[in-house]
């Protein structure tokens, strides 16, 4: 709701600027703001900071609770099945979108849905990372219903700190380590902002 009351303001801000807007990048959480685009024929793009392997997964998942059962009400050993990536077990599944009755998950599946609404999304990923992903987004296999937006891949994004890049700068020593092993011989896991695992 908060976002959604911050159109009027962000549709006065467009229409104060001296030139016109080419096009709007909007978050992720941020879709209300494409009735503000729609309204002023601005084209509009997500930023999703996610691989596309993610993005397979969230813009799916509205269509694939049409016919499916609340996740928190499988088998947590239970794999789920998305287009253009391997099966997820349903334990690994992020926990705001198990229950599809709840408030939570309605408003998430409600992103998810018009996010696709966009012009385009930009992900966190390179084409040979995930050619599966990207190629079942572009066949618009994760969105049955309605054209899919473009998908550019504009990664690897890291944060490189405030000493990688300056000239003379001394390296952080993970980095100095990567960059000693052998051609495709580190495998990185990502697990999220919120990831939290035991010692063992």
């Given at each position: 709701?908060?976002?959604?009351l ?42 999703f ?5 993610v ?19 499988m ?19 992020l ?60 990664g690897?994004?890291?944060?490189a ?6 000239s ?12 000693a092993?052998?051609r495709?011989s ?14 063992a």
């Amino acid at each position: 709701d908060t976002l959604r009351l911050a159109n009027p303001v962000l549709r006065e801000f467009l229409r104060s600027l001296p030139a016109a807007v080419d096009a709007l990048l909007l978050d992720m959480f941020c879709v209300d703001a494409l009735d503000v685009a729609a309204e002023l024929a601005i084209p509009a793009y997500f930023f999703f900071p996610s691989p596309a392997s993610v993005l397979a997964v969230f813009s799916h998942l509205p269509y694939y609770y049409r016919n499916a059962p609340s996740l928190r009400e499988m088998d947590k050993a239970a794999l789920i099945r998305f287009p253009g990536i391997p099966p997820i077990r349903n334990v690994d599944m992020l926990a705001t979108v198990k229950d599809k009755e709840s408030e939570t998950t309605k408003i998430r599946l409600y992103q998810f849905k018009r996010m696709m609404e966009g012009k385009g999304v930009l992900v966190n990923s390179f084409d040979w990372l995930e050619p599966k992903a990207l190629k079942a987004l572009a066949a618009g296999v994760c969105v049955p219903d309605k054209p899919n937006p473009r998908v550019y891949c504009i990664g690897p994004l890291v944060d490189a700190g405030n000493k990688v890049g300056i000239s003379g700068a001394e390296r952080h020593p993970c980095l100095v380590w990567l960059d000693a092993q052998p051609r495709r011989s580190v495998v990185f896991l990502c697990f999220g902002s919120q990831g939290a695992f035991p010692a063992a």
